[in-house]
């Protein structure tokens, strides 16, 4: 198994930013995906998460109408799309295998919301 994360990097509060999680050596389009935000200091929570096929996704209140989880099953690739972000979405993001938390998961990418 393995899970590629890029696509973050330093905004202003209010800003965008897509992460791209590149997967490989499963049954991608079989298995549900998290992405999984940790802060300095804080414990990791689940920010979304989406079924295999796409058709079903999930959100903490933190984040609901503000992120968007997707899939591209053809190329094997996670996205999420943060929208409106705030300071407090600072963190360390990883996308993670099934729905646990304590799945296999990247490397991770940073995401900085500062002004």
């Known amino acids: 198994v393995r899970l590629v994360e890029s696509g973050g990097g330093v905004v202003q509060p209010g800003g965008s930013l897509r992460l791209s999680c590149a997967a490989s050596g499963f049954a991608f389009s079989e298995t549900g995906m998290t992405w999984v935000r940790q802060a300095p200091g804080k414990e990791p929570e689940w920010i979304s998460q989406?079924?295999?096929?796409?058709?079903?996704?999930d959100y903490p209140d933190s984040v609901q109408g503000r992120f968007a989880v997707s899939r591209d099953n053809t190329n094997n690739i996670l996205y999420l799309q943060m929208n409106s972000l705030k300071s407090e979405d600072t963190g360390v993001y990883y996308c993670?295998?099934?729905?646990?938390?304590?799945?296999?998961r990247g490397q991770g990418t940073q995401v900085t919301v500062s002004s």
């Open positions: 989406i079924n295999g096929i796409g058709s079903s996704t």
């Open positions: 993670v295998k099934g729905f646990s938390i304590g799945g296999v």
